[in-house]
């Protein structure tokens, strides 16, 4: 309504940076993409959205192919790497489409140009766009070869100044060993990089973390398979492990 004023309930974070797998995309049906994953994903996002939230989302390509695969192939790496970037515009595509059917405004851009399906990644467009209310979903990566999608989204992350890189994983946090192989796993709460790094923990990649270690921005793994849980982070509520 002309001249109203929409009041949300406290949001410890106003902008985010999402990091979904790819594999995540697959879901239960072991296909490249679930659209069940496509849905269940979309409501998260849309009920983080409508509580005023700014969302900005990298999501990886490795339900349809990865960098890494190429040396088994007899792809030269820098090749791979590409064919994996145009994997995740393909995954961010999909995601774009599932948000738009809920009712949300996207803009799709990418590290590499290819102006029929997105826009170039800019970066005081992309601000523009997310303070403009719209969902910006950055595809292929960074534009160049040995980056991983993490690497991109704390990269991005910073660019856009966010507040947080949320982690979407399938399991509830950070541990001391993989606790799909090991019951006796110990769940970690809060870390400090400096305790991650010498726990030698698999959070990201070292460039990732490092960006946002040198640049004081929070990391936080979770569950994007539960629900809500996404909506729990952004108003400050625990669901998940905290690395700042």
Do not use: W
């Not at 979407?168 to 305790?195: H, I, M, W």
């Not at 960006?211 to 909506?231: A, H, R, S, T």
């Amino acid at each position: 309504m002309r001249g109203s004023i929409l009041i949300f309930p406290y949001m410890k974070y106003k902008r985010i940076l999402l990091k979904l797998s790819g594999e995540a995309l697959m879901g239960s049906k072991n296909s490249n993409i679930d659209p069940a994953v496509l849905e269940q994903y979309s409501e998260e996002i849309k009920a983080v959205k409508e509580q005023g939230v700014e969302v900005a989302i990298v999501i990886g390509g490795g339900n349809i192919f990865r960098g890494g695969q190429a040396e088994a192939l007899g792809i030269d790496r820098v090749q791979g790497d590409y064919m994996g970037m145009l994997a995740t515009v393909i995954n961010a595509m999909a995601l774009q489409s599932a948000l738009e059917r809920h009712g949300m405004y996207t803009r799709l851009m990418a590290g590499i140009k290819m102006e029929q399906v997105c826009e170039p990644f800019i970066r005081r467009r992309a601000i523009r766009h997310l303070e403009k209310g719209r969902i910006v979903i950055f595809g292929a990566g960074i534009g160049n070869p040995y980056f991983t999608t993490d690497s991109t989204a704390s990269l991005r992350a910073i660019e856009i100044q966010a507040g947080v890189v949320l982690k979407g994983t399938r399991v509830d946090g950070v541990y001391d060993k993989d606790p799909e192989k090991f019951p006796d796993a110990v769940r970690y709460n809060q870390l400090t990089f400096q305790e991650a790094y010498q726990k030698k923990l698999n959070i990201m990649d070292m460039t990732a973390f490092t960006l946002c270690q040198e640049n004081k921005l929070p990391i936080i793994v979770f569950d994007m398979n539960k629900k809500g849980n996404l909506l729990k982070i952004a108003k400050g509520e625990e669901a998940g492990t905290l690395i700042s």
